[in-house]
């Protein structure tokens, strides 16, 4: 099908956002696919796409004192923020974002005025940089207002400051060499390339990449793509060889990749999703990553039937991994619409299930057995409030060693681990 001019591409992207329930990514990806986007106009329809979405308060905010608050059609709406996040957040050339933005318009009276908007922003330059200055964190950094409250009680007004500066950055991207890949020299080229650079604070096998990701490195299971927050629940963990582990949400596979790399391909992974799309994807990963101790179920830990999972016998594994499900507050720069999804009561509905899903899990548990439970939430609640309760609820688990990682402190997503251990009786 031939390609549209890019940022129609973009209004489509906003249009489906807005009416839809699809998730962005989702929708870029369908729109890329089907118009056969090659990676560099993916990536400027992305760049555009995404910023919007982490930049809409902001932008509305400009485009209505551009207005003097007079009434707009959304559809102008749309194409006024795809022009002003060009002019005030991008360094594409005025004139290309100016010019390419009008013709979205539909009519003759509708570009004139997209073209007289945008060139006052470009004329207003100044005043809007002093009106962006005056503007609550909510509405410079466009995140709800409820999020920003509970942060502040958490962290403090600076710390959240930061953390939303960070969420509406382009999240870089990070890869972990695969240490089960039999070609050890492709590894050590990957380490040596010039797009390739140690990750600070990372483990060893964790580097960032600037530029496209080569195809091959993926396609012969040379790297996986993660950041390297998603280390602390497996460094915790500690796989050994031999050992029967169980990761309980395993997909879409790279936790459950990191563990079968430390176990050196032997002992046994059941890695589990309960959603059949993400498990073949799993099941993807792990034959393109050359995993070959790892055997898939698909499981509705909700569902408290461990007979029916094909777990007849108890206490079975030495390890449980739960990285469960939750608000992703920690990676909101990489899930750029979560913060337009959540809702104040949604923390505590995550907890709900996280705790459910863990006391589902833990009959499983040898007796001296670890189990380690991890988000990528900042929340107290999905934390260590979670952890909290189960230490209440089960007398036979200790908390032995916890970490967090904090995106103003380490530098990567944020993310939460706890290593328990079952007491033996």
């Not at 050339?93 to 003759?108: F, G, I, Q, S």
């Amino acid at each position: 099908m031939a390609s549209p001019p890019l940022r129609k591409i973009i209004f489509k992207c906003l249009e489906r956002w807005e009416n839809e329930t699809i998730h962005a990514d989702r929708i870029l990806a369908d729109l890329s696919k089907k118009y056969q986007l090659e990676s560099r106009d993916h990536a400027f329809v992305q760049q555009i796409f995404y910023g919007i979405i982490r930049n809409l308060t902001l932008l509305d905010t400009c485009i209505d004192h551009l207005r003097n608050h007079k009434s707009l059609k959304h559809r102008l709406r749309l194409v006024l923020r795809i022009g002003l996040y060009q002019i005030r957040l991008t360094n594409i050339a005025t004139h290309a974002a100016v010019n390419e933005t009008v013709t979205l318009a539909d009519n003759r009276a509708a570009k004139s005025l997209v073209n007289a908007i945008l060139r006052n922003a470009m004329r207003k330059e100044a005043e809007l940089d002093e009106l962006v200055a005056s503007l609550s964190l909510e509405e410079a950094f466009s995140h709800p207002a409820f999020l920003i409250e509970r942060w502040e009680k958490s962290f403090g007004e600076d710390n959240v400051s930061k953390l939303c500066a960070w969420n509406n950055e382009a999240a870089p991207v990070y890869l972990r060499l695969n240490s089960l890949s039999a070609n050890p020299e492709a590894l050590t080229e990957i380490r040596d390339s010039e797009f390739t650079h140690i990750a600070p604070n990372a483990p060893d096998d964790f580097l960032r990449l600037d530029g496209p990701i080569p195809p091959d490195w993926i396609g012969q299971g040379l790297i996986y793509i993660q950041d390297p927050s998603t280390s602390i629940a497996c460094q915790l963990l500690e796989p050994k060889p031999g050992q029967i582990i169980l990761d309980a949400c395993g997909a879409p596979g790279g936790k459950t990749i990191w563990l079968a790399g430390a176990m050196k391909n032997s002992g046994q992974i059941i890695s589990c999703d309960n959603d059949e799309k993400r498990l073949l994807r799993l099941e993807e990963n792990l034959k393109r990553s050359h995993v070959s101790n790892c055997e898939l179920r698909q499981i509705d830990w909700l569902t408290p039937d461990n007979d029916s999972a094909g777990f007849p016998n108890p206490a079975s594994f030495d390890s449980i991994l739960i990285d469960a499900p939750c608000s992703n507050t920690g990676v909101m720069r990489r899930r750029i619409d979560v913060r337009w999804r959540l809702q104040p009561k949604d923390f505590r509905s995550m907890q709900t299930q996280q705790l459910e899903i863990t006391r589902n899990c833990l009959p499983l548990l040898k007796p001296g057995g670890h189990l380690v439970y991890s988000t990528c939430s900042l929340e107290a609640e999905e934390n260590q409030q979670a952890i909290d309760i189960l230490l209440t609820e089960f007398p036979a688990l200790e908390l032995e060693e916890s970490k967090v990682c904090l995106p103003w402190e380490n530098g990567f997503d944020g993310a939460f681990a706890a290593r328990l251990r079952l007491k033996a009786s």
